[in-house]
């Protein structure tokens, strides 16, 4: 499998390091990274960042005012997955399947630029996102960007355990290489999805934290402006710190053979685009 690394929208809120922990000007950089796997026989997306309909302005009630003004949001087709995958040589029909971390907004964007595709996502977050009641979570589920989807598939944890955490394997249609990791807090039903390569184990990661220093075995550390929005976002706070901390503990003891990431920091980004798996 060959694996593409995408940035699939990009956020520039004011203050800079305060939130990226590296920016120089007043504005910080932050990514939306998702992953493009060739499979034998399709394409599978790892989240999607936004969609055509969000940078187009025909987004009805697709994104929610004040969270784009808060992150300032820069949306450009170019960075679209159905754009990125195309100028691979790709059609949108050959994306057969996008496994979901969770449903927010920048995550879930661009699912109906793949209408034909299956999309997965653990049973817990489509129930949440279904249901969606007080204002962080009308904010974050934006019904408008999955209305049209035609083949859900949902998930409960079961299975062999996978370095210690739960495990959802035998994802319907998908190789074995592929399982999904349920790190709930950010949201109600978050997961991390795990992939097997020739050189061991890459952990999408999603939301369940947001800065690669929170993962720092020995000195743990965040940008205060992310570790706010984190806490705004919470769903679940005392899950969310007791997976940073699960988390951590994987990546010091088994770093290894897994590589962690998450999909707002764009150091690892950088740093992965560029791999030889990339």
């Not at 940078?55 to 949306?75: E, H, K, M, Y």
């Not at 049973?123 to 009641?133: L, P, S, Y």
């Not at 020739?198 to 369940?208: E, Q, V």
């Amino acid at each position: 499998m060959r694996i593409h690394h995408l940035n699939c929208g990009s956020h520039c809120p004011v203050g800079g390091a305060l939130f990226d922990g590296s920016s120089k000007g007043a504005l910080a950089h932050i990514c939306t990274h998702c992953l493009l796997v060739e499979a034998a026989d399709s394409l599978v997306l790892v989240d999607t960042g936004y969609g055509l309909k969000d940078v187009t302005g025909f987004s009805g009630r697709r994104l929610p005012v004040a969270w784009s003004l808060i992150l300032n949001t820069r949306l450009r087709e170019r960075d679209t997955a159905i754009r990125q995958i195309e100028a691979l040589g790709f059609s949108g029909r050959d994306v057969r399947h996008i496994v979901l971390t969770h449903l927010d907004f920048d995550h879930a964007g661009g699912i109906a630029d793949f209408p034909h595709a299956r999309v997965h996502v653990m049973a817990t977050e489509r129930e949440a996102a279904d249901n969606a009641r007080g204002f962080i979570a009308r904010q974050r589920y934006r019904p408008a960007m999955w209305k049209d989807v035609r083949e859900w598939r949902t998930y409960e944890p079961s299975g062999e355990a996978w370095f210690g955490f739960e495990a959802v394997r035998g994802l319907d249609g998908l190789p074995s290489e592929f399982l999904m990791v349920p790190l709930p807090g950010h949201t109600l039903g978050h997961a991390g999805v795990a992939i097997r390569g020739d050189d061991g184990w890459l952990l999408n990661a999603g939301d369940s934290f947001m800065h690669d220093g929170q993962l720092d075995p020995a000195h743990p550390h965040c940008p205060i402006g992310i570790d706010i929005y984190q806490a705004i976002m919470s769903s679940d706070r005392d899950a969310r710190l007791a997976n940073i901390e699960r988390l951590r503990g994987l990546k010091r003891d088994n770093g290894a053979s897994v590589r962690i990431f998450a999909s707002h920091d764009g150091t690892q980004f950088t740093a992965m685009r560029h791999s030889p798996e990339a």
